[in-house]
């Protein structure tokens, strides 16, 4: 059954009672009860959590997301309060750390897009649809979808598969108000970084944002039906970033993205069956570097700067 193939221990840290373990993320309560995510070096595919680690892969994702935060507050305020490491935490965590305020989260994942590749390919030339929506004949993978999609998928836990599921479905399970909010919040975002991503020469084909809503006043102007973006932000990790100059529908894009992992998992060089029960085997050196490569090369040409 996917999951971990080692399941990491949680640091004990005083003040902190660890809450859990995710793929990439380890989640702690503070004593004030705001609550403090680690990003580590972990790396997922295909549902497992991988044996070997990426190399300064969380403190990548940690300032990218920062750096998001601050250029979608606007669109919706972001849950981080600081990136303060706790007192007696070990020396690894600075750079990985958010101090977070904390919410009633949405059980879903508001997945935006604006090409067509991935999971919704098969769907689209079976039904021409994209969970449920419809769209026009002729594209491929990879064409521009017309319209930017709001395609939601349930929340599944470590070693699970998230689902694709329909609008409808998501307003019976949050109700309709809650369920417009999403959808709404999710494309003006999706659209408003995908433009700040082209104009540095890469195309956000998909995202996956996660929001939750103020708990008793937690917003700054106190009121309880804020709707915070919360967890990472268009990162490697949450999206698929492709190469604007090198991006052609109907072929396999050049990504920023752990698409690389999945290629070679995919590749007989591996030796790996992704449906039989054995786990998945450690990344080569050279994939492990050209990974690491792409996200360092994708925070470069998103922020500027290089990664210090």
Sequence with gaps: MPGFVTVPEPVEVPGLVHLHTGKVRDLYRNEAGELIMVASDRVSAFDWVLPTIIPDKGRILTELSLWWFERLAHIAPGHVLSTEVPEGAPADWAGRVTVCRPLRMAPVE???????TGSVLAE??????ICGVM?????????????????PSTKADVGEHDENVTYEEIARKVGAGEAAQLRQTTVALYNHARDIARERGIILADTKFEFGWAQGGGSPEGEDDALYLADEVLTPDSSRFWSRDDWQPGRAQFSYDKQFIRDWLNSSDSGWDRHGDTPPPELPEHIVAQTRDRYLEAYRLLTGHHFA
């Design 110 to 116: 508001c997945v935006a897009r604006g090409y067509l």
């Design 124 to 129: 689209y030339r079976r039904d021409r649809t």
């Design 135 to 151: 769209l026009p004949e002729g594209l491929q993978d990879g064409s521009e979808i017309p319209t930017t999609i709001f395609t």
